[in-house]
């Protein structure tokens, strides 16, 4: 069977309301529909007793890798729409902005010819607003430099109204985040919180959490809000932040009591990083700061209009990557969020986890091949569905299979099912290893009793990396 038979049988179940699964020691993508039969069996070496998966065996596949992986040295979170659209859904608001195309007057033909070039040129089959966007500043710029002020002016005109009305969309989506019924928007934000706390939840001993996301809206940073979880990112000030390129590198600390001269790194806290730039941020001057827009607000105009901005409108609004031809390496801010991402997933043991991100952007496609080339590295692909199959592609052209996890479809995407069976707790897991600590040397671990070497008391310690193992000398656990 060729690759385009393989992606076309994986694409067939995942349109059922399937799964597609590989962890652990998979040779192949398992395929199982969605009565949990899998289509594969001669490629899968776990299938139960049963022949039919469900969501605890999914569990005990998935869960245990995870919480491995995700002790990696380094750990990155990618985001794409597909967290938006999720919790969106659970709150059960409208959905999150759409990407389609709008219309423009002025040059219409020709905007629309260069942005499904540009699409294609980025590994993309149709454009979108953020390509029609991108060529017509492209063209504002042409016709600013043949002195044509009379059409420069006119679209200068029409392409500001359109950024708003897409400004617009992105805080509807917040807004209807926001206000939907309590209930649901308390579950949703529940899920949220719990999604991230199986991320950000790492030891003070190790690295923090990189967050990065494609999105503009404010839901991460919402969910850390939420979570009481620290979000570093490069702006600096408290009024209107700026965008700074040296902070890179600051962290928190604390002093414990009665211990002077040896600060400790607080727990909860995470990187985050907005690569195609946030629906608050602005260009003022030649600086980019970030303006307070509540959550819920239904339009930005009216936090444009500050004394210290200089003549803002939406043109100014930083809500549209630059994609194509690696502009986003060239032109700031994007130089240095991009710089970021790469420093931070193109190193030795280092997991980068996506989640709802459909591997349509070419530029970051091609850093997470880099990666791949280091051999300790590893990808873990979580998403709800593949529509056009960009995943399955991406997987297949990689070629760097045992360096993937793969987990697609209604039951494995699914950012319920998620947060409360598949990513790991990592408060529970460090209390599970010191309980079975605790009951080892109770039992007599060191003579060698049978009960300390049962598999319930033994599994998990040895499911744990050593280097999580609690520094708490074992006398005062006893």
Same mark, same amino acid.
């Given at each position: ?68 992986? %995700? ?17 969106? %859904? ?75 009305? %897409? ?191 459909? %591997? ?119």
């Amino acid at each position: 069977m060729d690759t385009k038979q393989k992606i076309e049988k994986a694409q067939t179940v995942l349109d059922a309301g399937g799964n597609v699964i590989k962890t652990r020691d998979d040779r192949e993508l398992i395929l199982v529909d969605k009565d949990g039969k899998v289509q594969n069996a001669d490629a899968c070496g776990w299938l139960p007793d049963t022949s039919e998966v469900n969501k605890t065996v999914f569990r005990s596949r998935i869960e245990p890798w995870l919480t491995s992986l %995700f002790q990696s040295e380094h750990l990155s979170l990618l985001c794409g729409s597909g967290i938006t659209n999720a919790i969106s %859904f659970l709150a059960g608001a409208s959905g999150g902005t759409t990407m389609g195309l709008t219309t423009f007057t002025k040059y219409k033909d020709e905007i629309e010819a260069a942005a499904e070039v540009s699409a294609k040129a980025s590994g993309r089959e149709n454009g979108n607003i953020e390509d029609q966007i991108r060529t017509a500043n492209d063209l504002l710029r042409g016709l600013k430099i043949l002195k044509k002020n009379a059409e420069a002016t006119a679209l200068e005109t029409e392409l500001n109204s359109i950024i708003s009305e %897409f400004a617009k969309s992105i805080l509807k989506t917040e807004n209807s985040i926001a206000t939907a019924n309590e209930d649901k928007r308390e579950n949703a934000y529940s899920v949220l919180v719990n999604f991230l706390l199986s991320f950000a939840s790492r030891t003070g001993n190790r690295e923090r959490l990189n967050i990065f996301t494609t999105n503009y809206d404010r839901l991460i940073e919402v969910g850390a809000e939420l979570s009481g979880v620290h979000l570093m990112d490069r702006f600096v000030g408290t009024i209107m932040p700026v965008f700074r390129s040296s902070r890179l590198n600051l962290d928190i600390h604390y002093n414990p009591p009665g211990i002077r001269g040896e600060p400790r790194y607080l727990e909860g806290v995470a990187r985050l990083t907005k690569l195609h730039g946030s629906v608050d941020w602005i260009q003022n001057g030649s600086e980019i700061r970030r303006v307070g827009v509540p959550l819920g607000a239904d339009d930005i105009a009216p936090y444009l209009n500050a004394p210290g901005l200089q003549s803002a409108d939406a043109l100014k609004l930083m809500i549209y990557p630059n994609s194509a031809k690696d502009r986003e390496t060239s032109e700031y801010p994007y130089v240095e969020l991009f710089r970021d991402f790469a420093a931070a997933i193109c190193r030795p043991n280092s997991t980068l986890v996506t989640y709802g991100y459909g %591997f349509g952007d070419e530029h970051i496609n091609r850093v997470i091949h880099d990666m791949l080339t280091i051999p300790s590295t590893h990808l873990v692909v979580i998403s709800f569905n593949d529509p056009i199959s960009r995943i399955l592609k991406f997987y297949y052209e990689s070629a760097h299979y045992a360096q993937m996890s793969i987990l697609i479809g209604k039951n494995l995407g699914d950012i319920t099912n998620l947060a409360n069976d598949y990513l790991p707790k990592s408060a529970i897991d460090r209390t599970t290893i010191r309980m079975a600590e605790l009951l080892q040397h109770r039992m007599g671990a060191a003579s060698g009793s049978p009960a300390a070497t049962s598999p319930a008391l033994s599994t998990p310690t040895s499911a744990a990396p050593a280097s999580i193992t609690p520094t708490t000398p074992t006398t005062s656990i006893v």
